[in-house]
Nanobody, 121 residues
Framework: QVQLVESGGGLVQAGGSLRLSCAAS????????MGWYRQALGKQRELVAA?????RSNYADSVKGRFTISRDNATVYLQMNSLKPEDTAVYYC?????????????????WGQGTQVTVSS
C-alpha cells in the first residue's frame, strides 16, 4: 500500500543539528497529515511534530523553537537544532494517507522503520 523510507539519524554532540527525512510512496490518493514521533528507551512513544495538509504545524513543548517540520509533496523533514541529550530516541515517521483500493477509499496510518538519534553530552 504505502511505504515509508526514513533517513538522517545519527550521533551528534549536544548543541548540534540533524535533519531527518521520510519519503512516502505507493498507493497514495491523498496525504492527510505527516509527522514525527519518538520513543526513548523505557518510555512511551510521543509526538514530536506534525504537519496536517492545509493546516498549521504543531510541536511538542519540549522541542518548540528548536525543531522545524516541513513537507515537500510526499516527503516530510524534521530539522533538529540545538539538540540536547534528552532528545536521544528512536524517531519514527508517521503518515496518515488515503489509498484507493478496490473502488474504495482507505484511510490509514503508516509508520516508518525508525531511525536512531543519539545526542552526547
Amino acid at each position: 500500500q504505502v511505504q515509508l523510507v526514513e533517513s538522517g539519524g545519527g550521533l551528534v554532540q549536544a548543541g548540534g543539528s540533524l535533519r531527518l527525512s521520510c519519503a512516502a510512496s505507493g498507493n497514495i490518493f491523498s496525504i492527510n497529515a505527516m509527522g514525527w514521533y519518538r520513543q526513548a528507551l523505557g518510555k512511551q512513544r510521543e509526538l514530536v511534530a506534525a504537519i496536517p495538509s492545509g493546516g498549521r504545524s504543531n510541536y511538542a513543548d519540549s522541542v518548540k523553537g528548536r525543531f522545524t517540520i516541513s513537507r515537500d509533496n510526499a516527503t516530510v523533514y524534521l530539522q533538529m537544532n540545538s539538540l540536547k541529550p534528552e532528545d536521544t530516541a528512536v524517531y519514527y515517521c508517521n503518515v496518515r494517507a488515503t489509498s484507493y483500493i478496490s473502488s474504495s477509499y482507505l484511510l490509514k496510518d503508516y509508520w516508518g522503520q525508525g531511525t536512531q538519534v543519539t545526542v552526547s553530552s
